[in-house]
């Protein structure tokens, strides 16, 4: 397992967490997110917008698969 800083895109349309759903879609899980140079640990109900950085946890191939999604490319 590893843990990465995935920064959200510019294409990246905001939508929350729950929304997002990264532990059954993705299979990892946010453990901190950055906005506007707040770090918090992520409730459901937090929207990530383009430019927030969000910390995550998982295997190397589940995070390439959710970093693409936050830059907006999947």
């Known amino acids: 397992f590893s843990v990465v800083k995935i920064t959200a895109g510019p294409k990246f349309i905001?939508?929350?967490?729950?929304?997002?759903?990264?532990?059954?879609?993705?299979?990892?899980?946010l453990?901190?997110?950055t906005k506007k140079k707040v770090t918090s640990i992520p409730r459901a109900s937090d929207m990530i917008d383009p430019g927030?950085?969000?910390?995550?946890?998982?295997k190397r191939r589940?995070?390439?698969?959710?970093?693409?999604?936050?830059?907006g490319d999947e």
């Open 52 to 58: 927030d950085n969000v910390f995550v946890v998982g």
């Open 31 to 33: 453990i901190l997110l």
């Open 62 to 71: 589940e995070l390439r698969a959710f970093g693409d999604f936050l830059q």
């Open 14 to 29: 905001p939508q929350s967490i729950v929304a997002i759903d990264p532990r059954n879609k993705y299979d990892v899980n």
